[in-house]
């Protein structure tokens, strides 16, 4: 088995921004061995990175294969046309981006090596001094390819992001907006609504932060991060965040109805129903024996590897890794899929009729 100091050794990344997700990428590339440059918009905080051992140099490093953008999302677009318009370039390099909206962005930047990609980690620390290694252990790290990506630069993307201790999931853009605007975007919205209320009766009260116990304190823990980033996010992804808003507020309106109309009975179904739900959230990917591998042979052609996942977001089936098996024959190969078992039947028969003939085998 490889030591972890030696299986990235030789190979070069470049990370674009050095807060908190672009050092912990840094860091976790490092420990593997890996070359790391950084560059900044503020040169103090590539200097410090450096000082820190967060990057192994600061500036530009066309030999880079792989350049993670951790800058706010208005930019991204223009920092990939940048990076993948220089003819200096790495001819092979892939492009990524870490941000919280993915379908602007992928529009705009338009390019078969550039994936967009959005880590679902992050911490109450803020900046460079909050950067882990391990932030990406266990955390599902979201991967957006379309119909013009580039398959082997798919592929050599995954393999990065899976070395970080990250689990692949793959979905389109527009489906990754609109997910993310439910379990993240309007999340962070209401607990810095909860907290901005509690901070105002606290005005008239010094004592009621003091009443803030755990339950309190779980639902605005991510209140607490950076908030400089949100803007754009919600400007970015303002449809889907005003959609699930509106959601939000009608079901608040009909638990502000129970409440005062004393329905014993609706409100602990509500309750039950939530709790319920709550104690059903995955931890992480499910053991082996709740999966099944999907093998289905394709050509190696643009548009493959887009048509095969949005078969499965129409039909709201998580994939849980993905792999393609290159042939050294011609151009062809497998893309082969992990997904539940009880969803494998479904894809398959959604993949024959879109002219994918597959085989499924229950893993154990």
Known sequence: MTSPTEEGAGRRALVVGTGLIGGSIALGLRRHGWHVAGIDADPDRAREALAHGVV???GDDPAAEVVFVAVPATAVAAEVHRLLGGASRRAD????????VKEGIVKEADHPRFIGGHPMAGSEQIGLHGADADLFEGAI???????????AAFDRLKGIVMSLGAEVLVLSPTDHDRLVAVV???P???AATLMNAASTGAEQDGTLLRLAAGGFRDMTRVAAGHPGIWPDVCVENASSIIAALDALVADLQTMRRRVADRDRTALLETLQRASAARRSLPARVPRPEHLAELRIPVHDRDGVLAEITAVAAQASINIYDIEIAHSAEGPTGVLILVVDSA???????GLEA???RGSATHLS
């Open 141 to 151: 790290w979201v991967l957006t390819p379309t119909a013009a990506t580039d398959l």
């Open 343 to 349: 969803d494998a039947e479904a894809l398959t028969a």
């Open 184 to 186: 993240s975007h309007v």
């Open 354 to 356: 879109q002219g994918y």
């Open 56 to 58: 192994d140099a600061v």
């Open 93 to 100: 390099v892939v492009v990524t981006d870490v941000s919280g």
């Open 188 to 190: 962070h919205l209401v």
